[in-house]
């Protein structure tokens, strides 16, 4: 349960600490007085998100920290696995910073919003005054089924997802490969043509590269034959070799007399074995030189027509070599297709039977609790005064037997779930969300809450104004429900109704006051005749009267 709350510089409230007892706890104030305001802090602390508005606007930071005492082997598990030190004592702090610096810690170590949420069922339950409004919303109903056996619908849910992601995929896949057979058909003749063409052109690579080489050198093979014609009488006519040869001859000799010569002598050597290679290779370049008329139109022929290639494709020789491989690959695949197609449908139809028949567990499941859950529900309403309550919860799931249909799959399974009630006898069952009153639906919400409560054995519930449209004799059985609750957990009530005031067993003020400037929030716990002139005051308004005194008395007395 909860047994500390601290609170610095959050929204209208400077600086307050509170102790918290087992047993009903009620919160009073005016209307605007921050009582709403204990309640985000609370709620901080079990996972809400942050939001900077909510610092005092003279502050750069706000704390909110509480300490929850609370035995539970999940939970222990939980912190243990984050290495967080526990002795059935959970110390949560956050801190806002208008720097956006956030931090959360769990006694002392600095954790994540994520494991916050993973601890917060078992630490406590908050019903804020706007949750009464799932009940207007059938689409929230799953949701609150779910709740009472969350642990156990998790598991179907999550095996659920499973199987619907990869149905949806297999969905996806035959979808994809069938749209692209359909384009494939459609450009067939295209791929055809373009393939026969590529094929008749017998691309090979770099051929382009070599034919502008060999153009090139039978565009200018006079000046080719004079530079090597010159260049061998260079080497031959006029002796260089022979020269060359005789300097090698001579150092070679010296080398024979010191050392200093012989790396000289190698030189030379090799310079003489080179120049000969080279002069061999221009002889032979000169006799293999023979210039074709013919066969440089041909290649000039090839070049415009690999160019021509290029400029209608828009791609290199390269890439057509690979697009020419893509187009083969494309047309074989069409002769595949069907076998293909068969193959993912196949798929589709065996993910399809998975996910349904894992829907349908998760449906039977839910069914269940909802049958358990009915009954409990109609007997609280009858004890809440809806004498001759009736309540049940159907289902409505959509056909799903066309494997290639998807909508009838949703995130939470199959299920459609209406809330029916009747509270006057003779009366048909008729949906909640369209015939309840106000009254009849904070009594149906605090049903919910107690039997979430009980079979979830919540440590701790936070009521915030759950008895909205209540009043009188009604009333005093709302009170005395939630104390009732009180017994197996410890609950915060804010309420504005006296009759649920007086059940409570600790009872807190909370006042509003106007300092120099700013505003400042005070909470205290009342004594009895605190109580009195509290509960009076919320029976008579500005002025107390006596009698409004003893009606307050009759209230708080205990039967």
């Given at each position: 349960?909860?047994?500390?709350?601290?609170?610095?510089?959050?929204?209208?409230?400077?600086?307050i600490?509170?102790?918290?007892?087992?047993?009903?706890?009620?919160?009073?104030?005016?209307?605007?007085?921050?009582?709403?305001?204990l309640?985000?802090?609370?709620?901080?602390l079990?996972?809400?998100?942050?939001?900077?508005?909510m610092?005092?606007?003279?502050?750069?930071?706000?704390?909110?920290?509480?300490?929850?005492?609370?035995?539970?082997?999940?939970?222990k598990?939980?912190?243990?696995?984050?290495?967080?030190?526990y002795?059935?004592?959970?110390?949560?702090?956050?801190?806002?910073?208008?720097?956006?610096?956030?931090?959360?810690?769990i006694?002392?170590?600095?954790?994540?919003?994520?494991?916050i949420?993973?601890?917060?069922?078992?630490?406590?339950?908050?019903?804020?005054?706007?949750?009464?409004?799932?009940?207007?919303?059938p689409?929230?109903?799953?949701?609150l089924?779910d709740?009472?056996r969350?642990?156990?619908?998790?598991?179907?849910?999550?095996?659920?997802k499973?199987?619907?992601?990869?149905?949806?995929?297999?969905?996806h896949?035959?979808?994809?490969?069938?749209?692209?057979?359909?384009e494939?058909?459609?450009?067939?003749?295209?791929?055809?043509?373009?393939?026969?063409?590529l094929?008749?052109l017998?691309?090979?690579?770099?051929?382009?590269?070599?034919?502008?080489?060999?153009?090139?050198?039978?565009?200018n093979?006079?000046?080719?034959?004079?530079?090597?014609?010159?260049?061998n009488?260079?080497?031959?006519?006029?002796?260089?070799?022979?020269?060359?040869?005789?300097?090698k001859?001579n150092?070679?000799?010296?080398?024979k007399?010191?050392?200093?010569?012989?790396?000289?002598?190698?030189r030379?050597?090799?310079?003489?074995?080179?120049?000969?290679?080279?002069?061999?290779?221009?002889?032979?370049?000169?006799?293999?030189?023979?210039?074709?008329?013919?066969?440089?139109?041909?290649?000039?022929?090839?070049?415009?027509?690999?160019?021509?290639?290029?400029h209608?494709?828009?791609?290199?020789?390269?890439?057509?070599?690979?697009?020419?491989?893509?187009?083969?690959?494309?047309?074989?695949?069409v002769?595949?297709?069907?076998?293909?197609?068969?193959?993912r449908?196949?798929a589709?139809?065996?993910?399809?039977?998975a996910?349904?028949?894992?829907?349908?567990?998760?449906?039977?499941?839910?069914?269940?609790?909802?049958?358990?859950?009915?009954?409990?529900?109609?007997?609280?309403l009858?004890?809440?005064?809806?004498?001759?309550?009736?309540?049940?919860?159907v289902f409505?799931?959509q056909?799903?037997?066309?494997?290639?249909?998807?909508?009838?799959?949703?995130?939470?399974?199959?299920?459609?779930?209406?809330?029916?009630i009747?509270?006057?006898?003779?009366?048909?069952?008729?949906?909640?969300?369209?015939?309840?009153?106000?009254?009849?639906m904070?009594?149906?919400?605090?049903?919910?809450?107690?039997?979430?409560?009980?079979?979830?054995?919540v440590?701790?519930?936070?009521?915030?104004e759950?008895?909205?449209?209540?009043?009188?004799y009604?009333?005093?059985?709302?009170?005395?429900?939630?104390?009732?609750?009180?017994?197996?957990?410890?609950?915060i009530?804010?309420?504005?109704?006296?009759?649920?005031?007086?059940?409570?067993?600790?009872?807190?003020?909370?006042?509003?006051?106007?300092?120099?400037?700013h505003?400042?929030?005070?909470?205290?716990?009342?004594?009895?005749?605190?109580?009195i002139?509290?509960?009076?005051?919320?029976?008579?308004?500005?002025?107390?009267?006596?009698?409004?005194?003893?009606?307050a008395?009759?209230?708080?007395?205990?039967t």
């Amino acid at each position: 349960m909860l047994k500390k709350l601290k609170i610095k510089q959050f929204a209208i409230i400077d600086d307050i600490e509170l102790d918290f007892f087992s047993g009903m706890t009620v919160l009073t104030g005016e209307t605007g007085a921050g009582k709403s305001i204990l309640v985000d802090a609370i709620s901080l602390l079990l996972g809400s998100r942050a939001d900077n508005q909510m610092i005092r606007s003279q502050a750069d930071a706000a704390i909110v920290e509480g300490e929850f005492e609370v035995i539970h082997p999940m939970l222990k598990q939980l912190l243990t696995y984050h290495d967080i030190e526990y002795q059935d004592t959970i110390v949560i702090q956050r801190k806002l910073a208008k720097d956006n610096q956030n931090v959360i810690k769990i006694n002392g170590t600095r954790v994540a919003l994520k494991l916050i949420n993973q601890i917060s069922p078992y630490l406590a339950d908050i019903h804020s005054q706007f949750d009464t409004t799932q009940l207007i919303h059938p689409e929230q109903y799953i949701r609150l089924i779910d709740s009472f056996r969350k642990d156990k619908v998790n598991q179907y849910l999550e095996h659920y997802k499973l199987l619907l992601k990869k149905y949806i995929e297999a969905i996806h896949e035959y979808n994809k490969l069938k749209q692209k057979k359909s384009e494939t058909v459609q450009q067939m003749d295209l791929y055809t043509y373009q393939l026969k063409e590529l094929d008749k052109l017998a691309l090979e690579e770099n051929e382009l590269e070599n034919l502008q080489e060999k153009v090139n050198v039978l565009n200018n093979i006079d000046q080719i034959n004079y530079n090597l014609a010159e260049s061998n009488a260079l080497m031959n006519e006029q002796g260089i070799l022979e020269k060359i040869y005789q300097v090698k001859t001579n150092i070679e000799a010296l080398s024979k007399t010191t050392k200093d010569f012989q790396t000289l002598s190698e030189r030379l050597n090799n310079l003489y074995y080179e120049l000969q290679d080279i002069n061999d290779e221009i002889e032979q370049q000169r006799e293999h030189l023979d210039y074709d008329p013919y066969e440089l139109e041909q290649m000039n022929e090839r070049i415009h027509d690999l160019e021509k290639v290029q400029h209608k494709y828009q791609k290199s020789i390269s890439e057509l070599i690979t697009y020419q491989e893509h187009l083969r690959n494309v047309l074989d695949e069409v002769e595949n297709y069907d076998e293909v197609i068969k193959e993912r449908e196949e798929a589709v139809v065996s993910t399809h039977q998975a996910v349904l028949e894992q829907a349908k567990q998760l449906t039977q499941l839910r069914q269940t609790i909802a049958k358990k859950v009915s009954q409990e529900i109609i007997t609280t309403l009858r004890e809440l005064e809806i004498k001759h309550a009736d309540f049940k919860i159907v289902f409505e799931s959509q056909p799903c037997e066309n494997p290639f249909d998807t909508s009838c799959f949703k995130e939470h399974g199959i299920d459609q779930v209406d809330f029916l009630i009747s509270t006057n006898k003779g009366e048909p069952l008729k949906p909640l969300s369209k015939t309840a009153s106000g009254g009849e639906m904070s009594r149906v919400m605090l049903t919910f809450k107690t039997i979430f409560a009980k079979t979830q054995k919540v440590p701790s519930v936070i009521f915030d104004e759950i008895d909205t449209g209540i009043s009188g004799y009604i009333a005093k059985k709302i009170g005395a429900k939630i104390a009732e609750l009180a017994s197996i957990a410890q609950v915060i009530a804010i309420t504005h109704i006296p009759q649920v005031v007086a059940e409570g067993t600790h009872h807190l003020a909370i006042k509003k006051d106007i300092v120099g400037e700013h505003t400042k929030i005070s909470v205290g716990y009342l004594s009895y005749e605190e109580r009195i002139e509290e509960i009076a005051g919320m029976i008579s308004g500005d002025t107390i009267s006596d009698s409004a005194r003893e009606m307050a008395k009759q209230l708080l007395i205990r039967t």
